[in-house]
């Protein structure tokens, strides 16, 4: 189907210049997505699990240096390298630009990791351990992972799925705004967009044509549909 002829085309803005790097959305991310904690010498292990991660990095030179923030997650490409190497199909890409995990269905091969140029696939090596009274605030909507399969971000695709069966009840499509992922719906400064690119009047869509726009490593042929926007102003409309 081409990009034209879609109701949506998900992608995110995320701007660099409104991050202050508070790591809200990890953890909104972690309680939404029923995402397993790790313990301390787990994750000195190397086997962290978030879906969604901070990086951060130095800008200018010493002593005008300044502390910079990333949030770093799927990148949603829609070239995404993930899903040719996956040898039974786990990792797909649906007609609304949405790069998908089948979970029941991945083999554990880890290929797909291998493969993302942006380190965002994280493979569960533990039956995760959910202690009372941890299991009464697991997300029902979200599918609790155990050892084996490589998990990401999904745009909380359940969000997604239940908007669109909200608006499809009420015969209209979804609202710009009327979904959002529990990072952006966290982010205090607000520097996470997420929305319909394929309404050229979204919200989203507004943003990421922005001349401050740039996209992670797009020299890779990836095309993804996470667009940051680099330090230079505010530039949040409507
Ligand atoms: S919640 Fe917002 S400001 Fe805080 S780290 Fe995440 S993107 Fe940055």
């Avoid at 397993?36 to 086997?47: D, I, N, S």
């Avoid at 089948?102 to 380190?119: D, E, I, K, L, Q």
Wanted: proline share 7%.
């Amino acid at each position: 189907m081409s990009r034209q002829a879609r109701f949506y085309q998900w992608g995110m803005v995320i701007d660099l210049d409104r991050c202050t790097g508070c790591g809200a959305c990890v953890v909104a991310c972690q309680a939404e997505n029923n995402v397993a904690l790790v313990e301390k010498q787990r994750f000195a292990e190397g086997r962290d699990m978030h879906w969604l991660r901070i990086e951060r990095y130095w800008e200018g030179e010493f002593p005008h240096v300044r502390a910079r923030f990333l949030p770093m997650l799927c990148q949603h490409c829609g070239d995404a390298p993930c899903e040719p190497v996956c040898p039974v199909y786990a990792s797909y890409h649906n007609d609304e630009g949405l790069n998908g995990q089948v979970y029941n269905r991945c083999v554990g091969t880890r290929y797909c990791g291998n493969n993302c140029p942006y380190a965002v696939r994280v493979f569960n090596f533990l039956n995760p351990d959910w202690p009372q009274p941890l299991p009464d605030q697991l997300n029902p909507d979200v599918t609790v992972r155990s050892r084996g399969v490589m998990e990401k971000c999904t745009f909380c695709i359940q969000r997604i799925r239940r908007g669109k069966e909200t608006a499809k009840s009420e015969k209209r499509l979804v609202r710009d705004g009327e979904i959002q992922p529990a990072c952006a719906q966290t982010c205090p400064p607000g520097a996470i967009v997420f929305g319909n690119l394929a309404d050229p009047d979204s919200h989203v869509s507004r943003l990421a044509r922005s001349p401050r726009r740039f996209r992670l490593f797009e020299d890779l042929g990836t095309d993804p549909s996470v667009i940051y926007l680099k330090g230079g102003g505010h530039e949040h409309a409507g």
